[in-house]
């Protein structure tokens, strides 16, 4: 996982990395992806999953330097998986550090938009923007 990843999950919630990676697969109901590299090595995990609020979810993507050196892998993945991560869901979210500009403009690509900032999610008053998307619209 990148440091800049492992900096913002731990801002979120304290988590580490590896209960960061594992929690989504305890979840019901969650879709969860592992991108590989030739070498059949993990270098990304991401997916969805529902929240409290009916046809509502949340979406998530951890990935390693490894990755980040292949924006277009990145983007024909996320194209060719975002119809399966979407399904059943009228609005996904997520709350992305403000300082990971690079997921943010991830999601930007993929149609979320960004909404507010907030500072109350963490004891360390770190900023995370939220990003929504409505689907089909």
């Not at 980040?68 to 399904?87: F, N, R, W």
């Not at 059943?88 to 550090?97: E, I, P, R, S, T």
């Amino acid at each position: 996982m990148s440091p800049l990843e492992v900096r913002e999950i731990y801002a979120c919630d304290g988590s580490t990395p590896h209960e960061a990676l594992a929690w989504p697969l305890t979840q019901k109901n969650a879709i969860t992806f592992a991108g590989l590299n030739q070498n059949k090595q993990c270098i990304a995990m991401f997916g969805t999953r529902p929240t409290e609020i009916p046809k509502s979810g949340v979406i998530w993507f951890l990935s390693s330097e490894e990755l980040k050196q292949k924006p277009l892998t990145v983007m024909k993945m996320c194209y060719e998986t975002v119809p399966q991560l979407i399904k059943g869901y009228d609005f996904l979210h997520n709350f992305v550090d403000s300082r990971h500009t690079q997921a943010r403009k991830w999601l930007k690509l993929l149609g979320f938009k960004e909404q507010i900032t907030v500072t109350n999610l963490t004891s360390e008053k770190v900023p995370f923007v939220l990003m929504t998307y409505e689907v089909n619209k």
